[in-house]
């Protein structure tokens, strides 16, 4: 069940999506604020530069969002098409890489719902926590299969979640969490609010974000957006994997490809496919 909203600490209550576009597409209103949080993040690109550099045949990013990492590549001189069923993550995407002056090829969707050209990709890249997106096992092996169907012969599969530090947490169930507050030069200020609900026994979190911007004349707009996401355990992927005709080649706990411990707060699984 997702949560229900729970009171912030200074005792606002939640709000409802407050426009169509937020019921069909849901990144939506995450779209409107993904740069501005992710302003300062750019821990994964240096390792996504370096797999990309082992490779001459274009790179494939599944759940490109705002073209963060993308662009990144694109700018080094390679060749990028970035998937996403969401159209607002696509167009800041877009908007981004005209802002560079690079070019990517975007496309709107899942990978396993598109017609991806067959063997064509030397890496592949599910990175941060885009594979929590597919609610379940069948959707999981439907995309990794559309991926393997889509990697070169001896390609390579690079997946980013959560380590075994930032796993479900129920203990902090309906506690909110403020993630980011900013004051622009308008005087506009913007606090982020985390809520989660966690469930062990579905492998599952119901994340609900609150955007709440206060006006210099103390008006307040609040959007709310809501994400299901289904944790993975090392293992367990690993079996996906195997399901769709991958082999593990090595997992790591962070950015700088060290072992995955307790302490992790990332786990970054390369495969290779079975065959290749
Ligand atoms: C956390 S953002 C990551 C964006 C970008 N890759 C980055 O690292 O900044 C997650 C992205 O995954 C996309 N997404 C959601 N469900 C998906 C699915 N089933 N398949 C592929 N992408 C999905 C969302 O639309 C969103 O843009």
Known sequence: MPPSYAKTSDGHTGGKC?????????????????DLLHDDF???????????GQTDLPVLEVGVGSGRIAVALAAAGHAVTGVDPSAAMLFRAQTRANEEGVELTLINGRPQDLALPPERFGLVLVPLDVFLCCVDGDEQVAMLRALAAAMAFNGTLALDLPG???H???????????VYSNQDEAGEHLDVWHVHEDDLGEQTRWLRI??????????IRRQIAQHRLRYV?????????????FRVADVYGDYDLGPLTNDSARMIVIAKPAKG
Do not use: C, K
Request: aromatic share 12%; charged share 25%; hydrophobic share 40%.
């Open 18 to 34: 407050d426009s169509l576009e937020a019921m069909t597409d849901p990144y939506a209103v995450d779209a409107d604020y993904y």
């Open 42 to 52: 750019d821990d994964d690109i240096g390792l996504w530069l370096s797999f990309a």
């Open 164 to 166: 075994p530090a930032s």
């Open 168 to 178: 479900l947490d129920p203990a902090t169930n309906g506690q909110p969490l403020l």
């Open 210 to 219: 609150a955007y709440e911007r206060t006006s210099a004349d103390g008006s």
């Open 233 to 245: 355990h090392r293992f367990e992927l690993e079996y996906l994997l195997r399901l769709a005709g």
